[in-house]
Structures are given as C-alpha cells and as structure tokens.
C-alpha cells in the first residue's frame, strides 16, 4: 500500500509514518516546515518528504491519503483530494485499522507527563522481554526513535487528547483500543478546540468508556477532574497512584524513593530524574506494566536504566560556565514543575534564568496568562519571546517587576539573555517549538563574552 501524510512532520505523524514504513509500506508525505530532527529521521528511512501542500502531489496517486490534525479547509491539496473524490482518513483512524488490532494497547493519557510516562512505560516493558511496540509524543533517550512497530502482543501509545483531524472532532484516544490506561492529571488546555475543562472531562469520558472490564485503569489520586470523570461512569478496575493510593512513592535518599505497593515495598528506585512529578510518572508506570505481566520488583530495577526524553530537562551544553537546558514545557503547571525541578538539583548561590516562548495555541490565545508570572516566580531572571502573541506579555509578567523582560525580536532576546548571565548560572529555555534555534545561539554567545 501506498500512504501519502499529509502534516508529517509532526512527531505524532512523523510515528505513523515510521510505522508503516516498517510494516512494508511505501510512504510519501508533505509539510509546510520539513526541518530535522524528524525530517532526518524520516528521510532515513527512506520516506520521501515534499515541501508544502500543492495540488500537483495528486500525481501521486496513492492509495489513501492519511491527514494529521495540522491541515484545515482551505488547504490546497485537501481541497483537491475532496473535489477528486480521493480515499483519506485521519492518522489515528489510520493506526486503528492497520496497527493496533489484536495488541495489547497500553496508553497513557493526562494533561501533563505523557510523553515521559510514555517512555518510562516502553523502557520498563523492554527491560522485561516484553518488545513492545510503540508512538510516543517524543523521542525516548533509550530507544532513540518515537515510534517502532515489533511483533510483540503489547503497544505502548500516548493517548493525547487533542482532536483528530478537521473531520473528526474528538479526542485522539478514543480511536485506541486500549487494554491499560494511565490517567496521570487533567486540567484545562488546548483552548482552541476545548471551551473549558468540563469539555474535555467528557472526551476523557468517551476514552474511560472505550476500556473493556477485563482491561485497568491507572489514576492519579487526588485529582479533582478526573474524580468527575470517572464518577460519571466506569466499567473497568481502577488503581490508583499517588497520596493514599495503592501505589505510593517514598523519599529515602537523594536520587532515590521507595515504591510502595498495598503497604508493602517492592523496591527502590535510583535514578538521575527529579521532581515529584517524575515520582509519579514512574509510579503509573509501575502500576500499568504491572497490569501487563511485569512484577513491581523488575519495573523498578528497569527505571534505574531510564533517560528520560528529548527536551526533557536536556542538557544542552555549556559554554562561559554557564549551563543550558532545554524542555518542552509551554503550560504553567509544567512551567512551574520544571522550575521547581532544575532549583532541586542546583548548586547553592547558582540563579536560575528562565527563557519562554509562549508558543502553544492555548499559551497564544492568552488564556493562561493570569497564571504566568506565579509559574516563573521563581526563577531569578525571565525572558520572554512575544514574537506572535496577542496580548501583553509584559503586563502579564508585571508582578516579577524588574527581573522579567520582553522582547520580539529574537537577537535581541539573546543578547539580553547573554548580558544578564553570569558564570555559575543555569538557563532554562522553554517551548514546545524549534524556537528559533535559540539553544544554539545562546551557546556561541555566552562563549564569545570577554573573560
């Protein structure tokens, strides 16, 4: 079969594509950015990638064209392929029919840690003989490619909730048939699709109503939203991970916590990740390999050999003795979580310099403005790149008074950032973008400062 993706050098896209290509394939598509890392990795595997969405990609002629949720009415080649009469479906719906029938589908849904837990869960499933399959939301350090087909029975998925494609306006998840489900969190997001939080409590709804009851849900205690969801109706067992559940995590030295299972330890965990957050990733992991045939014991053991993801808290390099990190956060809880994290593993009298770009749709829309200055409060310095925003940045970041500062141009940003740091500091960029190649730049300027 011959598949063209529209959009495909999305991760999320850019898996399926890896995907079929390794189930014997061929596979073609376009982008309006195709740029590395993912194009790079596309091209490596023999996919062929054409520059932007015009109608002469008709000639192609393949046998169904597979739309990411990036193209809208109005694109030229949809418009085409509609007029036509062509076969299309969306990315998960293509996943659906030609990857997941007959897997054991272990998904991981939750406003926050996907990706991560994601990748916790393959590593641990791997570590165990297990071999799963899997597309996940990033690149996992331990398996250097988001996606990989294999014949083993069990696919590890991010299960995200933003919607399908222009056709299909529900949630992603609801297209995987899954078996075990981590919940991890949920608060408001994607304020482009979703009028607020109850709106998409209901999308986790229709996903908690797809899970068989000889499947397991995976949730986070104390979480508000997802108490109403599955308040709302559930068929399946729930476990739960965090406070009081049946899966709790126990500080016992640095770098390290016991993992506690219906009051009994079943282990301790040694790592380089930190943060409470990522103490609870693991914990859901935990629980849900458990679900799939792998004792506590072995799951705790494989998390010791665990490297986290790409633009995870990545150390990016240092230059000048100053230290550059990069990660994916672009909502203020996942603002505040980082910081909260990189402040644990820093070194007394260092000061934390903290780089956004508010980048996502939600952050654009300026809906979560209100929340932003008390996300970076702790940081010592903010920089903040407004290049496309709506609204006024630096009014919303007015109560850190003179520690934050705005700018639209990007050289400008980085030659702020380089005028304000000092050796010993540790900067922290944040997107879930390229932004710019700013991690790049800032690197050549903080070696090029006079001694």
């Known amino acids: 079969m011959h598949i063209h993706i529209l959009g495909i050098c999305g991760t999320f896209m850019g898996g399926i594509a890896l995907l079929a290509r390794a189930s014997g394939h061929r596979v073609t598509g376009c982008d309006s950015n195709v740029y590395p890392p993912m194009s790079t990795q596309l091209s490596e595997q023999g996919i062929e990638l054409i520059e932007g969405f015009g109608e002469e990609q008709l000639a192609l002629r393949p046998d169904v064209w597979v739309i990411g949720n990036v193209i809208a009415r109005g694109n030229a080649l949809m418009e085409a392929i509609l007029d036509r009469g062509e076969r299309f479906v969306s990315g998960p719906q293509w996943l659906h029919d030609n990857v997941l029938p007959g897997k054991w589908v272990l998904a991981v849904a939750g406003t926050h840690g996907k990706t991560t837990t994601s990748s916790m869960l393959a590593w641990i499933m791997e570590s165990a003989g297990k071999q799963p399959g899997f597309l996940i939301g990033g690149v996992p350090i331990n398996f250097a490619t988001s996606a990989r087909s294999s014949e083993s029975s069990f696919f590890v998925i991010e299960a995200d909730e933003y919607d399908t494609a222009f056709f299909d306006k529900r949630s992603k998840f609801v297209h995987y048939p899954a078996k075990t489900v981590i919940l991890n969190n949920l608060e408001y997001d994607h304020a482009d699709i979703f009028a607020d939080l109850a709106a998409i409590e209901t999308q986790f709804h229709h996903f908690v109503r797809t899970v068989p009851r000889s499947g397991r849900i995976i949730a986070k205690t104390a979480d508000e939203a997802l108490s109403r969801v599955l308040s709302r109706g559930c068929w399946t067992p729930v476990d739960f991970f965090g406070a009081s559940g049946a899966w709790q995590a126990r500080d016992s030295a640095e770098g390290q916590f016991e993992v506690i299972h219906d009051g009994k330890s079943v282990g301790t965990v040694q790592w380089d990740l930190q943060g409470e957050h990522n103490r609870d990733n693991a914990l859901a992991a935990i629980a849900?390999?458990?679900?799939?045939?792998?004792?506590?014991?072995?799951?705790?053991?494989?998390?010791?050999?665990?490297?986290?993801?790409?633009?995870?808290?990545?150390?990016?390099?240092?230059?000048?003795?100053?230290?550059?990190?990069?990660?994916?956060?672009?909502?203020?809880?996942?603002?505040?979580?980082?910081?909260?994290?990189?402040?644990?593993?820093?070194?007394?009298?260092?000061?934390?310099?903290?780089?956004?770009?508010?980048?996502?749709?939600?952050?654009?829309?300026?809906?979560?403005?209100?929340?932003?200055?008390?996300?970076?409060?702790?940081?010592?310095?903010?920089?903040?790149?407004?290049?496309?925003?709506?609204?006024?940045?630096?009014?919303?970041?007015?109560?850190?008074?003179?520690?934050?500062?705005?700018?639209?141009?990007?050289?400008?940003?980085?030659?702020?950032?380089?005028?304000?740091?000092?050796?010993?500091?540790?900067?922290?960029?944040?997107?879930?973008?390229?932004?710019?190649?700013?991690?790049?730049?800032?690197?050549?300027?903080?070696?090029?400062?006079?001694?």
């Open 288 to 451: 849900a390999a458990y679900h799939a045939g792998v004792a506590p014991g072995e799951a705790v053991r494989a998390l010791a050999g665990f490297h986290n993801v790409r633009r995870r808290m990545e150390l990016k390099g240092e230059a000048g003795g100053i230290t550059l990190y990069d990660d994916f956060a672009h909502h203020p809880t996942a603002i505040s979580t980082t910081i909260d994290g990189l402040l644990k593993r820093m070194k007394p009298g260092s000061r934390l310099i903290a780089v956004l770009e508010p980048r996502s749709n939600t952050m654009k829309l300026g809906v979560m403005k209100e929340r932003l200055a008390a996300s970076l409060g702790r940081a010592d310095r903010v920089f903040c790149y407004t290049q496309g925003l709506g609204w006024d940045a630096q009014e919303a970041l007015s109560p850190l008074g003179s520690r934050a500062r705005c700018e639209s141009n990007l050289d400008a940003l980085v030659a702020a950032v380089a005028g304000a740091a000092k050796p010993g500091d540790q900067v922290l960029v944040m997107s879930n973008g390229a932004f710019g190649g700013i991690h790049q730049k800032l690197l050549e300027a903080f070696a090029s400062r006079p001694c």
